[in-house]
């Protein structure tokens, strides 16, 4: 139910922490206008009447009260801008304005996609070097810029990889394993491109080798299309023996699939083609601080292997011998186009240009200062939450996030929930929850925090931890202190109507 807008006379709070903001159409004001068109300089065409409906019943508004209602949404909105953010595997990063300032170019923003080659070699040769670069920072041989988000890239490279056994005569090859604490996209672009999905058992956070090895002897190596694989993983982990499992692999002659989500913790420290990867997917926004796609339509280029490249998707933008730039759309054994024109022109701007700003030294700094934020945290947490597969005095490290279960904070009678939400109060987004392992709270402070934040973060944790020692039922009612308190989860889940407690 809405509630009334307050009475002109009632005090109002005057920043985002305004209990109601009514709707743009109980705004509505007759004969208010936003917006004046210019004067109409060509003939009018008239609409034939059988393609006219009824008008739609739109709201009219005057320009500041649109400016208005708007900016006081933005101001109750959680963001990177605002907060910190340390939401796992999901990485929410600053992204520089640098990136924003190349995507707006008017030479950028005002090209067509269907313009001749020869009008657009600026924008061929940016694509062509972002190309480049992601391929010599994944050490593989060909990359497609056409995939829109993360998953859509593992879609697309599986199909790459579908259609390369279907040319090499391979087709029972329908079979991908993945680690039971795979993303939840990899099960499901397996299950898009019509493969079944098998859970390897992990150990310890890593992938249980003998496991493995069982699956493929059960199931029939034949059978195998490829294993795909996180590393560094969701709970921070970076798997040692990563070249061993590409070796059980390529000897099943099935493929290695890097999910590369978490190539921020190692940019220019290892390359998934040197570790026996033979295709992966980036997620720009994860790496390269570009918006993020959510399946779309952000950017999840995908790089493979020499013998894999002649089934990508065309076209492929390429360099001619004369130094000239040009779509390529004679690739016969291509899989096809998996996005309109070129794949996301504006985000990949943004990535060449992100990449161009730090060089190769500093997207090596990138990683250092991801997994040195993150082992920062874990080791000024870990007395008051559990910091899983932690231990610095065994050598045994986190990568760019790790996973804290606090079992002695729940012990005493509190939710994950709870603490989740009273992180807001303490102006801090809650992490992600409940995965890789129930219970759990994934952490990424990424590398764009400077310390005072992430002290200010540990400060915040500290301080719920000594409100659940003194009195737990406190935090049951968290966040106090937002606009919104508590959404009823499974109402919001299951009916598109979301009730409001508190
Ligand atoms: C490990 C992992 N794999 C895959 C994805 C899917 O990426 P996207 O959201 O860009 O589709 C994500 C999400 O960021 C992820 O964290």
Redesign the pocket.
Known sequence: MVEPTPSSAAPVPTRGDRPVEPTIFEKHSPGACALTLPALDVDETPVPAALMGDAPNLPTISMPQVIRHYTHLSQRNFSIDGEFYPLG???MKHNPRINEWAAGLPGLTSIHPLQDDEDVQGALKLLYETRTFLESVAGLHEASLQPA????G?FTALKVIHAYYKANGQERRTKVLAPDTA?G??PASCAMCGASVIAVKTKNGYTDTDDLQRIIDEEGADTIMAFMI?NPN?AGLFDKEISRIADIIHKAGAKLYL?G??MNAILGKTRPGDFGADAMHY?T??TFSTP????GP?A?PIVVTKELAPFLPSPQVVKRDDDSYALDFDRPQSIGRVRAFFGQFGVLVRCWTYIRACGAEGLEEVAELAVLSANYLAARLRDRYDVLYFSPEDKRYCAHEFVTVPRALLDKGVKLNDIAKRLIDYGVHPPTMHWPVHDCLMVEPTETEPLSMLDRFVDAMRAIADEIDCDPASLAKAPLEATVRRVDVVGADRHPRVVFEG
Not at 149 to 152: E, I, V
Not at 292 to 295: Q, S, T
């Open positions: 595997s999901c990485t988000a993360g998953a859509h593992e993303h996209t990899n996180t969701t999910d989500a978490n997620n926004h994860k993020h796609g959510c399946g952000g999840g």
